[in-house]
């Protein structure tokens, strides 16, 4: 008996010691798999011991979010890599099939991914829209860091309330620098990255291996208070079923390209969707110019919430096109038996 559990021991021991050494803890193999993995051998790293960070690290490491290297240890103050932190949010993030990119998208965001471990983690969240700046061997920085956890969250949208505002909330970020005021103040206020007790943020100062399971941490807890309540796979399936049903319809099949005529085209085939949806998402027809912020296909990162008495929410993540880039869609739906939704505007 002893020595069948040595031998089992070993076997695990020299299965995780090839995955790390061959990168499949990252890429190779699907998020799910290397949870269960991880998970089983989740261990005690021998550099942990004081550390600031080694209950979030531990935990971490019992969920099979992270893991360390074959000696045993974390190497917490190590600068974690942008290939590495893609890696755990691919872990932390709901399940999604995800679609072959564009020419485009593989030339311009695969193309440094080419060969490496990480390839298959960048190719899968690239549907996503959640796409690293730099090269994958890069250090990250806290800037980079907090735009691909809000991509994550289907978040990034949320930017856009900080555009041109005169609000300082860090001393070294001037309001001046919009890219980096709309990426980190929303960011900030959804409680996954904070600044430091000086006043300051860092942006660029670079996360160390274990900041980054902090800010993974965080990024897990805001996704289950961002998207409340238990939705079943069956209402998954019909809330999916009739945004994609119905933007196939009227932007593919019947190619409507005038508001007044998508008005019409709604109620003359009585189709579930309220006025007040087809001026949240379709008003741009108004101007006659076709929107090149593609909608979703519905296979990439999708949330979904029940947030009242037979009202829900689902939002897409995904990668929208060369003029259009990463987005996020937020579409609300009610439904009384939760089998058949009605397409509604955010605050009927």
């Given at each position: 008996?002893?020595?069948?559990?040595?031998?089992?021991?070993?076997?695990?021991?020299?299965?995780?010691?090839?995955?790390?050494?061959?990168?499949?803890?990252?890429?190779?193999?699907?998020?799910?798999?290397?949870?269960?993995?991880?998970?089983?051998?989740?261990v005690s790293f021998t550099d942990m011991n004081g550390?600031?960070?080694?209950?979030?690290?531990?935990?971490?490491?019992?969920?099979?979010?992270?893991?360390?290297?074959?000696?045993?240890?974390?190497?917490?103050?190590?600068?974690?890599?942008?290939?590495?932190?893609?890696?755990?949010?691919?872990?932390?993030?709901?399940?999604?099939?995800?679609?072959?990119?564009?020419?485009?998208?593989?030339?311009?965001?695969?193309?440094?991914?080419?060969?490496?471990?990480?390839?298959?983690?960048?190719?899968?969240?690239?549907?996503?829209?959640?796409?690293?700046?730099?090269?994958?061997?890069?250090?990250?920085?806290?800037?980079?860091?907090?735009?691909?956890?809000?991509?994550?969250?289907?978040?990034?949208?949320?930017?856009?309330?900080?555009?041109?505002?005169?609000?300082?909330?860090?001393?070294?970020?001037?309001?001046?620098?919009?890219?980096?005021?709309?990426?980190?103040?929303?960011?900030?206020?959804?409680?996954?990255?904070?600044?430091?007790?000086?006043?300051?943020?860092?942006?660029?100062?670079?996360?160390?291996?274990?900041?980054?399971?902090?800010?993974?941490?965080?990024?897990?807890?805001?996704?289950?208070?961002?998207?409340?309540?238990?939705?079943?796979?069956?209402?998954?399936?019909?809330?999916?079923?009739?945004?994609?049903?119905?933007?196939?319809?009227?932007?593919?099949?019947?190619?409507?390209?005038?508001?007044?005529?998508?008005?019409?085209?709604?109620?003359?085939?009585?189709?579930?969707?309220?006025?007040?949806?087809?001026?949240?998402?379709?008003?741009?027809?108004?101007?006659?110019?076709?929107?090149?912020?593609?909608?979703?296909?519905?296979?990439?990162?999708?949330?979904?919430?029940?947030?009242?008495?037979g009202k829900y929410r689902m939002t897409v993540q995904?990668?929208?096109?060369?003029?259009?880039?990463?987005?996020?869609?937020?579409?609300?739906?009610?439904?009384?038996?939760?089998?058949?939704?009605?397409?509604?505007?955010?605050?009927?």
């Amino acid at each position: 008996m002893k020595l069948r559990q040595l031998g089992r021991r070993f076997i695990i021991k020299t299965l995780v010691l090839s995955i790390a050494l061959a990168g499949t803890a990252f890429g190779s193999v699907s998020a799910a798999e290397a949870r269960k993995i991880a998970a089983a051998s989740a261990v005690s790293f021998t550099d942990m011991n004081g550390h600031w960070a080694s209950r979030e690290i531990v935990e971490a490491n019992k969920r099979g979010l992270i893991r360390g290297f074959p000696d045993g240890s974390f190497r917490p103050e190590q600068t974690i890599s942008q290939e590495e932190f893609l890696v755990m949010i691919e872990r932390v993030i709901p399940p999604f099939k995800g679609h072959e990119p564009d020419s485009f998208a593989r030339e311009t965001y695969l193309s440094k991914a080419e060969g490496r471990w990480s390839y298959g983690t960048y190719a899968h969240l690239l549907s996503a829209g959640i796409i690293p700046s730099g090269k994958p061997t890069e250090p990250l920085d806290r800037l980079e860091g907090a735009r691909l956890m809000l991509a994550a969250l289907g978040h990034q949208s949320e930017g856009e309330k900080y555009r041109g505002t005169k609000s300082r909330f860090f001393s070294d970020l001037p309001v001046e620098e919009e890219y980096q005021v709309m990426t980190v103040y929303p960011a900030y206020k959804l409680g996954i990255i904070t600044g430091y007790p000086d006043g300051t943020f860092r942006a660029h100062e670079k996360i160390s291996r274990a900041q980054a399971v902090v800010l993974i941490s965080r990024l897990s807890q805001q996704i289950g208070d961002l998207f409340p309540g238990q939705v079943s796979e069956e209402e998954k399936q019909g809330m999916r079923k009739t945004v994609a049903s119905f933007i196939e319809d009227v932007m593919d099949k019947q190619r409507i390209r005038r508001y007044d005529e998508l008005v019409s085209y709604v109620q003359k085939n009585n189709l579930p969707a309220s006025t007040q949806f087809l001026r949240e998402h379709f008003s741009f027809m108004n101007y006659e110019v076709y929107d090149y912020v593609r909608f979703p296909q519905f296979n990439e990162l999708t949330y979904y919430a029940k947030i009242g008495n037979g009202k829900y929410r689902m939002t897409v993540q995904y990668y929208s096109g060369e003029l259009g880039g990463s987005v996020d869609r937020t579409f609300y739906l009610s439904s009384t038996d939760g089998k058949t939704f009605q397409l509604i505007g955010k605050d009927e």
